[in-house]
């Protein structure tokens, strides 16, 4: 222990440029859920997840369940606020299913 002399944390975006990666878990995430989030209008899907635009204003620099509500707000979707042992996806959507379904497999 006497030999160490620096330990770095939490470098995601810092030292690592892990943004281009992240929006597009975060695209994936929420175009896999929009359909049972948002009510369709006339038949269409919901608007895809923008990577650039809403990762940017909604998502980047948020904690995992904040970006989810601001993205959820802006999209005029309300959800219950769930619990933390809401299960993946959609089956009970609430604003914590989303960070569920990007939680690593065990």
Not at 5 to 34: I, M, P, Q
Not at 61 to 88: C, I, K, M, N, Q
Request: net charge neutral; proline share 12%.
């Amino acid at each position: 222990m006497n030999d160490l002399r620096a330990v770095v944390f939490d470098t995601d975006g810092v030292l690592l440029a892990t943004a281009d990666r992240d929006a597009a878990a975060w695209k994936e995430t929420s175009d896999g859920c929009l359909p049972g989030w948002q009510p369709s209008y006339a038949g269409a899907r919901p608007r895809p997840f923008d990577a650039v635009r809403e990762y940017r204003d909604l998502v980047d620099g948020r904690a995992r369940l904040g970006g989810v509500r601001a993205f959820l707000a802006a999209r005029h979707s309300d959800l219950p606020p769930g619990t933390p042992e809401d299960l993946p996806g959609f089956a009970q959507p609430s604003t914590r299913s989303p960070p569920a379904r990007r939680r690593p497999s065990p």
